[in-house]
């Protein structure tokens, strides 16, 4: 890399680029001397890149607005070119939707106003157009509340920007500035309150309780004003152009062009219910709240750190996370070592566990996550790991009130995160969970990820990782292998079913065709045993024979997935079938949810058999203290919404291929008119056409643009058919899922006369449980450790805590099918107010 590239990138930073220094002064200057020679050379490579660092780099954005406003001094027409492209930038961004590029450039242009680059009264007029749009959103009359996400948005951008440059507009356009602030008081007024109840990760419990009352919006404007009222004084970002003060001031300013807001959609005409909340859906999905805060550490753990300024580091350690997801070293490299002068590592551990847990979803996966807290482990040994474990704590306590879906990340990062460092934790704290009910959610926390750190390791090992807490080895999976009912016993003869079996596992070994077992099926075994012997027979010497690895079983499927599909073609055959597959892996719960996951890959299951199977007697009772029929249930959900998700990839791509297609084809065939119609000599005579030999090939081109433009035709039409024959399945399998749900559900729930709220449901367990809390364990005379709620009460808390979480996960694919889900399912009299509660909250819609 160019030495003018690495300081601009290594600017602020202790390196060897800026020698020993590192004073932010002594680093512009430097770099200043370096660029201002370059931009004679290259500066139009100089540009982008200085755009690129202050996007992708934005914790460092005040030195590259001073570096800027020195550049001005010596160059104007380069830095002129440079805001006219932060302006075409934002435009753009502002066009297409784009966030994070929306929220990083106003940042920008706040900063390039302290270096007196930017006119003030430009950047108002930009702040003054984002605020008008949003009032003119959330207009009951003119706009679309249902938008009110990008209002919001739109709003949060001009506040968040406002502690980079607050001050010098406070100074310069005190009025404006004021009458900005006024402005967004009045939004604030017009808007509604947003609840997002279902996106707590924690419900009914006490972390949410100090925001309650205001929304991230209303909490963000107290702290800017609280800032105002302080003389927007902070300790998080830098101010190194007040070093270049007296330098900047001779600058001249550069004024912003207008920008346009994108128009959100215009409201329902017919006012449908579904239809506005499909559209606010939309909306949270495109402008979502980047972060919500996680408190799960003390007041007294976090120094004594202004409000403001914990917005500005949450800001610094999101940004980083985002644009450096593609380089976790670096990106735990700058999290580490932000530009600010106090200690923030409880600060950085919630805001690296708000992410793991956001809801709906992270803008990363777990893995990720789990990567940077690893190597910020390794990056600071001496602070880091006692916070992170101290967040696992906390979080634990509060386990029986954290969301599911939550809950379930929170057990995928921890088991990944102890396999990187030796699967060591003091398990003796928690040993106690043995004590609890084996529906505790405590326990089953605990037995998730220890059943969790087995598939990463082996079981020997992990026994061995709890030996400080040997009594947690019963919550461990077992240790025996497949449940193969056919075994042969010595001294034994064989029974007629064993024979069977051995006769199919022959066949295998000779590698005879699927159609040929199947008529030795169908001839021998079925007439004379029936269907479930036959059943049973089949997967169970199947399975056996592709036990040994994954790869010996997806070889099983490949080759004898017919024998499945024909013994099998109906759903409830298909329902027996799955629950034969559970019962030889019932000692293994990886590999069942591995088979069944192949088995709908090679539509030997559908997806229907697979809800169906998941909500039976044998399922049901264990909703509360297993995961392993959710974890079923959500690969089966997400396999076929990533199947209509690649068709709907695959119909946008042979959509441009078809209009590439027909633009060639009509240029073939212009070409070939043409030719046709110019007059050529043909041994000597005037002929009509050009030579033969061209006219031939322009011919041959035609046809074959035509057969390329036909085929594609065709294959875009069998696309489409196939997704909207996914559609309607998908329609099915919705209808099939919650009407499971409320069917069990309707089973368990308590009378809705006596239960209205989840917090209800909590007390009457504790009523219940009352009882049998002080009973004193007979060995040693201490009271025994008890379970808050009753088995009945948890196995509902359970169930409607993943209703929840698919409903809020599959949303995206659920408001099309929202009014026939009302008229079908919702809207009945015997519908239990929790259910619909569940619903509301995923969908924040509320059903009528």
């Given at each position: 890399m160019s030495n003018w590239k690495t300081l601009l990138l290594r600017i602020g930073e202790k390196g060897?680029?800026?020698?020993?220094?590192?004073?932010?002064?002594?680093?512009?200057?430097?770099?200043?001397?370096?660029?201002?020679?370059?931009?004679?050379?290259s500066g139009d490579q100089v540009l982008p890149f200085i755009l690129q660092c202050a996007e992708q780099l934005p914790h460092k954005i005040p030195l590259y607005g001073t570096l800027i406003g020195l550049l001005n001094l010596e160059n104007e027409d380069f830095v002129r070119k440079l805001v006219e492209s932060v302006h075409a930038d934002?435009?753009?961004?502002?066009?297409?939707?784009?966030?994070?590029?929306?929220?990083?450039?106003?940042?920008?242009?706040?900063?390039?106003?302290?270096?007196?680059?930017?006119?003030?009264?430009?950047?108002?007029?930009?702040?003054?157009?984002?605020?008008?749009s949003a009032a003119t959103t959330v207009d009951e009359e003119k706009g679309n509340p249902s938008w009110q996400p990008q209002a919001d948005f739109y709003v949060i951008c001009i506040l968040s920007s406002l502690p980079w440059g607050g001050s010098e507009l406070a100074e310069q356009v005190p009025d404006e500035i004021e009458r900005v602030l006024v402005g967004i008081q009045a939004y604030l007024s017009i808007r509604k309150n947003s609840s997002t109840s279902g996106l707590n990760f924690f419900h009914n419990g006490e972390f949410e309780s100090s925001l309650a009352e205001k929304d991230f919006v209303e909490d963000l404007l107290d702290r800017i004003q609280s800032l105002a009222s302080n003389g927007w004084k902070l300790d998080s970002v830098p101010r190194p152009h007040l070093s270049f003060e007296a330098q900047l001031v001779a600058g001249k300013f550069h004024e912003l062009g207008p920008i346009k807001c994108m128009e959100q959609p215009s409201p329902p005409s017919d006012h449908s219910r579904a239809y506005s909340g499909k559209q606010k859906h939309d909306a949270l999905t495109r402008y979502p709240q980047r972060i919500r805060r996680l408190n799960i550490f003390p007041a007294n753990k976090m120094e004594d750190v202004q409000p403001i300024d914990r917005f500005v580091v949450e800001e610094y350690l999101l940004d980083v996370l985002f644009y450096l997801n593609g380089c976790r070293k670096e990106c735990a490299s700058y999290m580490a070592n932000l530009p600010v002068p106090f200690r923030y590592e409880y600060l950085m551990a919630e805001t690296l566990f708000s992410q793991i847990l956001l809801l709906p979803q992270p803008p990363f996966k777990t893995l990720y996550y789990t990567l940077v807290i690893m190597d910020l482990c390794k990056a600071l040994p001496g602070a880091f790991p006692a916070v992170v474990a101290g967040a696992v704590r906390a979080l634990f306590e509060k386990i029986s009130d954290l969301d599911m879906e939550s809950r379930t990340r929170l057990i995928l990062w921890f088991s990944h995160h102890l396999s990187n460092f030796q699967f060591i934790w003091p398990w003796e704290e928690w040993a106690y969970v043995l004590d609890l009910p084996k529906w505790a959610p405590k326990?089953?926390?605990?037995?998730?990820?220890?059943?969790?750190?087995?598939?990463?390791?082996?079981?020997?090992?992990?026994?061995?990782?709890?030996?400080?807490?040997?009594?947690?080895?019963?919550?461990?999976?077992?240790?025996?292998?497949?449940?193969?009912?056919?075994?042969?016993?010595?001294?034994?003869?064989?029974?007629?079913?064993?024979?069977?079996?051995?006769?199919?596992?022959?066949?295998?070994?000779?590698?005879?065709?699927?159609?040929?077992?199947?008529v030795w099926i169908e001839e021998t075994v079925y007439p004379v045993h029936g269907f479930e012997v036959t059943l049973t027979i089949v997967?169970?010497?199947?399975?056996?024979?592709?036990?040994?690895?994954?790869?010996?079983?997806?070889?099983?499927?490949?080759?004898?997935?017919?024998?499945?599909s024909k013994l099998c073609p109906d759903t409830d055959k298909q329902v027996m079938l799955l629950s034969q597959v559970s019962t030889y892996w019932k000692n293994n719960v990886q590999m069942t949810a591995v088979a069944i996951d192949r088995m709908m890959g090679y539509r030997l299951v559908s997806n229907q058999a697979i809800v169906r199977w998941v909500f039976s007697p044998e399922n049901?009772?264990?909703?509360?203290?297993?995961?392993?029929?959710?974890?079923?249930?959500?690969?089966?959900?997400?396999?076929?919404?990533?199947?209509?998700?690649?068709?709907?990839?695959?119909?946008?791509?042979?959509?441009?291929?078809?209009?590439?297609?027909?633009?060639?084809?009509?240029?073939?065939?212009v070409e070939l008119e043409a030719a046709e119609s110019k007059l050529s000599l043909v041994e000597g005579e005037p002929v009509l056409g050009e030579n033969p030999a061209k006219m031939k090939r322009l011919k041959s081109t035609v046809e074959k643009t035509g057969e390329a433009e036909l085929s594609l035709r065709e294959s875009l039409e069998a696309k489409e058919a196939l997704l909207n024959r996914a559609l309607s399945e998908t329609e099915v399998l919705l209808l099939l899922l919650f009407q499971s749900f409320l069917g069990v559900l309707k089973e368990r729930l308590p009378d809705p006369t006596k239960v209205r709220?989840?917090?209800?449901?909590?007390?009457?367990?504790?009523?219940?449980?009352?009882?049998?809390?002080?009973?004193?364990?007979?060995?040693?005379?201490n009271p025994k450790k008890?379970?808050?709620?009753?088995?009945?009460?948890?196995?509902?808390?359970?169930?409607?805590?993943y209703l929840t979480a698919f409903t809020r996960q599959y949303a995206s694919e659920i408001w099309p099918h929202m009014e026939k889900l009302e008229s079908e399912v919702f809207s009945g009299e015997d519908v239990h107010p929790l259910f619909l509660q569940a619903i509301s909250s995923a969908l924040q819609f509320p059903l009528q």
């Open positions: 060897p680029e800026y020698g020993t220094s590192s004073d932010y002064k002594d680093h512009i200057e430097t770099c200043f001397g370096v660029i201002r020679r370059e931009i004679e050379r934002f435009q753009v961004a502002l066009d297409s939707g784009n966030c994070n590029s929306i929220r990083i450039l106003l940042r920008f242009m706040t900063s390039l106003l302290c270096s007196k680059v930017i006119q003030p009264a430009s950047l108002i007029v930009v702040f003054e157009t984002l605020l008008s326990r089953v926390f605990v037995q998730e990820i220890l059943q969790r750190e087995v598939r990463l390791s082996y079981w020997d090992k992990i026994k061995q990782s709890i030996e400080n807490a040997s009594t947690l080895e019963e919550l461990l999976p077992p240790k025996a292998g497949p449940n193969f009912i056919y075994s042969l016993e010595e001294g034994k003869e064989k029974t007629e079913e064993q024979q069977l079996s051995a006769e199919l596992s022959r066949k295998v070994k000779e590698k005879q065709t699927a159609r040929d077992m199947m997967v169970q010497t199947l399975l056996d024979i592709g036990s040994k690895s994954f790869t010996h079983l997806v070889t099983v499927l490949e080759r004898y997935g017919q024998v499945f049901v009772d264990q909703f509360h203290v297993s995961d392993q029929p959710w974890e079923i249930l959500g690969n089966a959900l997400n396999k076929t919404y990533n199947r209509i998700s690649d068709l709907r990839k695959d119909i946008s791509n042979i959509t441009k291929n078809v209009l590439v297609a027909e633009k060639a084809s009509a240029n073939a065939r709220s989840v917090q209800d449901l909590k007390s009457i367990g504790a009523e219940d449980d009352k009882s049998s809390a002080m009973d004193v364990d007979s060995e040693n005379g008890s379970c808050e709620v009753g088995e009945r009460e948890q196995w509902c808390l359970s169930t409607l805590g």
